[in-house]
């Protein structure tokens, strides 16, 4: 009998595949604005267009690092609240007096309504440079709250059509601590899951960062046409799990 489904580990490994094609294209595509500043800027000594050519480039490159600054600080900060979330919810709650485990649950709400700030901070952010890679995070991590939307809308958190999450405070309060803890306890979780995605995405914004400070700080930066993987760069191998 055919299925018609298709099961999570099959679409996750063809998002892999869409990321480190991503990847490489937005490494590319910096480079190649690289190169033609290099490339005007050997050439450009009795050329207008080309001093305004290599303007426009730097421009560009400027606007770029600025960006791939700002998602990295936000995925660096979505990463600790993350950690946050999880070490809360990892506690054990059976021996709390009726005072801690009220102070407790007013801790879990806070961290996961920081979480969810920090959620949104961080989608703004990759859709200002959804091109490769981060566009493939973006659609993953959107794709996070869908398998877990009816859960988290129970608990009243849900989402706009950019993706943007809220939370109804008072459906927050009165949902089950086991319901949290499965919404946002574990590597399995939908905040276990938006996590472990938030460091790809750190590496991807620091390799990228990388080789336009080298360019912008020193006007010059030979660029490897080929695209290197940047799985490969900073984990020294082509590993990645699919499964998260």
Do not use: C
């Amino acid at each position: 009998m055919q299925h018609n489904t298709i099961s999570p580990l099959i679409t996750q490994n063809r998002l892999l595949s869409r990321a480190k094609s991503g990847a490489r294209a937005q490494s590319a595509a910096i480079g190649s604005a690289i190169q033609r500043t290099n490339n005007n800027n050997k050439n450009n000594s009795s050329s207008v267009n080309s001093s305004s050519e290599t303007k426009k480039n730097n421009k560009l490159m400027e606007e770029s690092r600025e960006n791939f600054t700002a998602l990295k600080k936000a995925a660096e900060e979505m990463k600790e609240r993350g950690r946050k979330l999880q070490d809360i919810l990892e506690k054990d709650t059976g021996n709390m007096t009726e005072e801690e485990a009220a102070k407790y649950r007013t801790t879990v709400e806070e961290r996961i309504t920081d979480f969810v700030d920090g959620y949104n901070s961080l989608i703004r952010k990759l859709d200002k440079e959804n091109s490769g890679a981060n566009g493939t995070y973006l659609k993953q991590i959107k794709e996070y709250f869908g398998r877990s939307s009816s859960l988290l809308g129970d608990m009243g958190i849900k989402a706009d059509s950019d993706g943007i999450l809220s939370v109804d405070k008072e459906l927050l309060k009165s949902a089950e601590l086991s319901d949290l803890k499965t919404a946002f306890g574990g590597n399995g979780s939908f905040a276990g899951k938006v996590s472990a995605r938030v460091e790809d995405i750190i590496a991807n914004a620091q390799t990228n960062l990388a080789i336009l400070n080298k360019s912008l700080n020193t006007g010059n930066y030979s660029y490897n046409r080929t695209g290197s993987d940047i799985y490969d760069i900073l984990n020294g191998s082509g590993k990645y799990d699919a499964s998260r």
